[in-house]
């Protein structure tokens, strides 16, 4: 989704962002800082944050295996 949506092409992912103890994608939480064209629209969050999480499948469960 980086490269989709970030602008991403190659390295590391910079919208991964350290939480805590915990990683998350920067696209769930702060979508604007991310997405190219939105940096100064802040108010695109709460339309675009629930879009990504649902996209990735957020809260349904971990599909790693251990």
């Known amino acids: 989704m980086a490269r989709d949506y970030a602008g991403v092409r190659e390295g590391p992912c910079p919208v991964l962002i350290r939480e805590g103890d915990a990683w ?3 696209l769930t ?3 604007h ?4 064209g939105l940096q100064s629209k802040p108010f695109a969050d ?5 879009m990504f999480a649902e996209m990735l499948g957020i809260g ?3 599909d790693a295996e251990i």
């Open 60 to 62: 349904r469960g971990c």
């Open 46 to 50: 709460a339309a675009l944050a629930p």
């Open 33 to 36: 800082r991310y997405v190219v």
């Open 29 to 31: 939480i702060a979508p």
């Open 24 to 26: 998350r994608c920067g």
